[in-house]
């Protein structure tokens, strides 16, 4: 089992930064995918960023150059530095890992990027 607490989320104006961290904890040592998603009211919830266990790690396009995907070893964290926020990432954005074949999901955190 694996359990995964999502941190960072908040209000921001557009232009600006928020860092988005998921805390994993449990048996978390098979973990050999990471992804961030978000999804907006009424709508599916979309891939933002991914990183596997070698680091190769791939970008939704309407983030691309804004956003950065990166594991921290140490505190066991996968984290998503968010620059120049657009109102249109305004999103509750989840943690996603997989864990020997099992998909596992954080609570989600908001993200309000105001104009």
């Known amino acids: 089992q694996v359990q995964l607490v999502e941190s960072g989320g908040g209000l921001v104006q557009a232009g600006g930064s928020l860092r988005l961290s998921c805390a994993a904890s449990?048996?978390?040592?098979?973990?050999?995918?990471r992804a961030w998603f978000r999804q907006c009211p009424g709508k599916q919830r979309d891939l933002v960023a991914s990183?596997?266990?070698?680091?190769?790690?791939a970008y939704a396009d309407a983030v691309k150059g804004r956003f950065t995907i990166s594991i921290d070893s140490a505190k066991n964290t996968v984290d998503l530095q968010m620059n120049s926020l657009k109102p249109e990432d305004t999103a509750v954005y989840y943690c996603?890992?997989?864990?020997?074949?099992?998909?596992?999901w954080g609570q989600g955190t908001q993200v309000t990027v105001s104009s």
């Open positions: 449990g048996t978390t040592s098979s973990i050999n995918f």
């Open positions: 990183i596997t266990s070698g680091s190769n790690t």
């Open positions: 996603y890992v997989v864990h020997l074949g099992r998909p596992y």
